[in-house]
């Protein structure tokens, strides 16, 4: 192969590379962009957390031991994880996580933490109740749905299931995601989240789980842009040559 049809060959390479990559730094700048230019309280829908007020201290609580006891009467329990004590609609509640074998197939129980009564996991009016106490700004629910999977609502991704998702009719679009057997708010989504998030996909080029800053794509298109840099150079430089 000739030289000259060797450069023209590689001249035209680089410019099919130039804009393959051209398209995803386009893509990397606009994310860079509204990701600095960003409020993260705004996007993770901290403004709209309403204040809960904390249980009193004075409260008699009922030793979590009688409770395990319980829960053995239904279940087997070999291994206690852990227990919290948590706020649900303005009463003091123990979330108790323990298991049959240890590290595998967690469960988790709730129940009153001044009774000792377990309580089953929420209903979809108690965790409509417990999404609308957590959001502050005014509007009504829109939808109130229950997860089992992800699908559909890619935003709450990797959280505990089921889940209710109480979306409120609001300028934001938010939606309060609540497990329905931890009890607890697990995350707010609204639009400036979910545009952060479509752009932070494109900026990992991680159109599954969105999140892994690994993956090969990614690194191939590292290296790709590297190499269209260098030859950029090399070709200044022989064009340069030829010109002298």
């Given at each position: 192969?000739?030289?000259a ?26 994310g ?5 230019w ?12 309403a ?13 979590p031991?009688?409770i ?13 994880f ?25 469960k ?14 929420l ?21 109130v ?13 990797e959280s ?27 995350k707010?989504r609204n ?54």
């Amino acid at each position: 192969m000739k030289k000259a049809e060797f450069h023209r060959k590689i001249r035209k390479t680089h410019r099919w590379l130039g804009l393959i990559l051209g398209i995803q730094f386009l893509f990397w700048t606009i994310g860079g962009l509204y990701f600095s230019w960003s409020n993260m309280d705004e996007v993770h829908g901290d403004h709209q957390k309403a204040h809960i007020h904390p249980l009193e201290s004075d409260i008699k609580l009922a030793n979590p031991q009688d409770i395990i006891q319980k829960i053995k009467l239904k279940d087997t329990v070999n291994y206690i994880f852990d227990i919290r004590l948590i706020q649900l609609l303005g009463e003091p509640v123990y979330q108790i996580f323990y298991s049959k074998e240890h590290d595998r197939d967690k469960k988790i129980q709730l129940a009153y933490a001044t009774s000792g009564e377990l309580r089953s996991p929420l209903t979809k009016k108690e965790a409509t109740e417990v999404a609308q106490q957590n959001f502050s700004d005014d509007g009504k629910v829109k939808i109130v749905e229950y997860l089992t999977t992800t699908n559909g609502h890619h935003e709450y991704r990797e959280s505990p299931l089921p889940a209710y998702a109480v979306t409120f009719d609001h300028p934001s679009n938010t939606t309060v995601y609540v497990s329905a057997e931890l009890g607890t708010v697990q995350k707010f989504r609204n639009n400036k989240w979910r545009i952060f998030d479509f752009l932070w996909m494109l900026h990992t080029m991680d159109y599954q789980s969105r999140d892994n800053i690994s993956n090969w794509l990614l690194r191939a298109f590292s290296i790709f842009g590297l190499l269209t840099i260098s030859t950029g150079f090399i070709l200044f430089f022989v064009s340069q040559r030829k010109s002298k």
